[in-house]
């Protein structure tokens, strides 16, 4: 398996090109089923998590051509389900098992279709990662559900997937997105209630809208869907990577240095930018059409320690706490960290203890305490941020950083390494490196 080496001490300087947003690019692949002719997706990072979406599509009958940029680190795709029904309707657990975000494909499958059957997605390093969100709101729109050999089997008895007044128990990213593109197919109006509001579901609402779907409420609590019958084909160009601006935003602040990030919306990163700047980073916005963030720290004057509290957008990212802990381990201080949206997203920390970090968790909180040296050893990535948050905290340890299994990374991040490296960071990717 491949593993990252790092040696720290160097401050970043330059610039680097963000990415499309996986978690955008996800449920747009996903929303393609509901159309009746080609759907086009450009800007979508080259990362393992949108092969294996691709994947799914083709398993259901979908033709899928892509073209990789010369780069390598962007696929434009182009998704025709012509063909689509033809044969069985089944997201195998071989493909769902290793990419979550396959459940989306069921609502879809059933507006159209009127059955589908999708593997359960199973739980993962963060938490157990239930669904019982997407499919108890599926069943209110008339869908008859049953869970058998692992897999969701999902019928609608009279064809057609009934409008719904629906308010959701829990704030969910997935489930809103679930609801909010099967919607689009019911017959009649539905409310989403508690709806999520991360700026990936206004891009894909804004997709869907391309497609025809009438949607009001988008970027809000409350989305109203028109059901049709039919939705057409559109071009569409997934937004900018939020996390993966923040991460780099987090490697500048450990760092320190100076660099410019291209292609980035900082109206997305907002509760970070607070905190990086309060915590002694100096950050400006240029917004104009190509929207820059530049972000610059003195690598001699050390960083302030500030809580954080992760929370449904706009509130601070869970998928930037990881990050942001790595940060903290190096700054004057205690910094509290609580993590409100995943009961086990701390495996991180045991890591970063290895390397010498000052940690103290207690449940849902982190007290990191700084600033303490870290000094190279090899560490383990566990999930997909986690693995960033090393990678981080090896860009200031004395020594060298081995960082395994960075399968995890790849599975979300488009050439980090390449990125960092021309950042000005020592960071290299060893080939079937130590298991
Ligand atoms: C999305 O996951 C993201 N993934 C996650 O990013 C992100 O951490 C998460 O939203 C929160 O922002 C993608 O977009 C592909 P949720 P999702 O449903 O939709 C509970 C990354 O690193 N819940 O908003 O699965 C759930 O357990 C990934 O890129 C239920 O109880 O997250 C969690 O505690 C990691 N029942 C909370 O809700 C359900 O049916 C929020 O989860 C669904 C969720």
């Keep these: 398996m491949d593993r990252l080496k790092i040696s720290g001490g160097n401050p970043l300087k ?84 290793k990419m979550r975000a396959s459940i989306l494909v069921l609502g879809p499958l059933l507006a159209r279709f009127g059955m589908a059957s999708v593997s359960l997605p199973g739980g993962c390093a963060i938490g157990s ?45 997935g489930a809103t997105e679930h609801l909010l593109m099967t919607a689009c197919l019911a017959r009649g109006t539905t409310i989403l209630r508690n709806a999520a509001m991360e700026p990936e579901i ?19 609590p409350i989305l109203t869907i028109n059901g049709l019958s039919e939705l057409g084909g559109c071009q569409h160009t997934v937004i900018s990577d939020r996390i993966e601006a923040g991460t780099f935003m987090c490697a500048l602040a450990i760092a320190g240095g100076d660099i410019v990030l291209e292609r980035v919306e900082p109206e997305n990163l907002r509760p970070l ?17 190509n929207k820059q963030l530049r972000i ?32 903290m381990t190096q700054a004057n ?10 009961e086990n997203r701390f495996q991180h920390a045991m890591e970063l203890e290895r390397l010498g970090a000052n940690l103290k968790l207690d449940g849902r909180l982190a007290y990191v305490s700084g600033p303490t040296p870290l000094s190279g050893c090899t560490v383990m990535a566990t999930d997909l941020r986690a693995s960033a948050a090393l990678v981080i905290a090896g860009l200031v340890a004395k020594g060298e950083v081995f960082v395994d299994r960075i399968y995890h990374l790849d599975r979300g991040y488009a050439g980090i390494e390449r990125k960092l490296q021309s950042l000005g960071a020592n960071v290299h990717r060893v080939k079937g490196g130590r298991v």
């Excluded at 979908?62 to 997201?91: M, P, Q, R, Y």
């Excluded at 004057?301 to 990212?317: H, I, Q, S």
């Excluded at 201080?333 to 609580?338: N, R």
């Design 14 to 97: 330059g610039t680097v090109q963000i990415s499309g947003a996986k978690n955008a690019a996800l449920p747009c692949l996903a929303a393609s089923l509901l159309a009746t002719s080609d759907i086009s997706l450009v800007n979508l990072p080259a990362v393992e998590d949108i092969r294996i979406m691709i994947s799914v599509l083709k398993s259901l009958g979908c033709e899928v051509s892509t073209k990789e940029s010369e780069d390598k680190l962007e696929l434009t795709a182009t998704i025709s389900t012509g063909n689509l029904g033809k044969c069985e309707l089944i997201a195998p657990y071989e493909l769902v098992k």
């Design 129 to 173: 990662r239930p669904v019982n969100l997407h499919l108890s709101a599926l069943e209110q729109m008339g869908a008859t559900i049953s869970i058998d050999g692992g897999y969701v089997q999902a019928t609608v008895p009279n064809k057609e997937l009934q409008g719904i007044d629906h308010t959701f128990e829990k704030v969910s990213v």
């Design 202 to 220: 206004g891009d894909l609402a804004r997709m869907l809208q391309k497609m025809g779907a009438e949607i009001t409420g988008i970027d809000s």
């Design 273 to 289: 930018i607070e905190v990086l700047k309060l915590s002694g980073c100096k950050i400006d916005e240029t917004n104009g059409s």
């Design 296 to 327: 610059s720290r003195d690598p001699d004057k050390t960083l302030t320690a500030r809580d954080v509290v992760t929370a449904p957008y706009p509130g601070f990212p869970t998928d930037l706490q990881a990050q942001v802990m790595a940060v």
């Design 333 to 342: 201080g205690t910094s509290i960290i609580k993590e409100n949206i995943f």
